[in-house]
Nanobody
Framework: QVQLVESGGGSVQTGGSLRLSCVAS????????MAWFRQAPGKEREAVAS???????AYANAVKGRFTISKDNTKNTLYLQMNSLTPEDTAMYYC??????????????????WGQGTQVTVSS
């Protein structure tokens, strides 16, 4: 059974940084389709950053230049480096994985597996 376990969330002040990790089991990160999503209280879940099977990355406009998605195939782990955080980044962050190959971005409804989430809180 595929499991995605996120960690690395926490509370930081504006301008701070965090690195989120998503460890995958029974799922191969290499050449995979994976993404980070977030959901703030009272708001819909939104895409943050993603990889496709060709290692192309995509970012939401709100995080471009501040967040970086990466992965370590040897550790089967997906990362999200978040810099210059603002209160608007406060949300629960989720890792998602698609069962198969893909090109480009997927809609959140297409992802097969989800982690339990890790909370990020940014104070002013």
């Amino acid at each position: 059974q595929v499991q995605l376990v996120e960690s690395g969330g926490g509370s930081v002040q504006t301008g701070g940084s965090l690195r989120l990790s998503c460890v995958a089991s029974v799922y191969t990160v290499r050449r995979s389709c994976m993404a980070w999503f977030r959901q703030a209280p009272g708001k819909e879940r939104e895409a943050v950053a993603s990889y496709d099977s060709y290692d192309n990355t995509a970012y939401a406009n709100a995080v471009k230049g501040r967040f970086t998605i990466s992965k370590d195939n040897t550790k089967n782990t997906l990362y999200l480096q978040m810099n210059s955080l603002t209160p608007e980044d406060t949300a629960m962050y989720y890792c998602a994985a698609y069962d198969g190959g893909c090109y480009g971005q997927l809609h959140q409804s297409q992802y097969h597996y989800w982690g339990q989430g890790t909370q990020v809180t940014v104070s002013s």
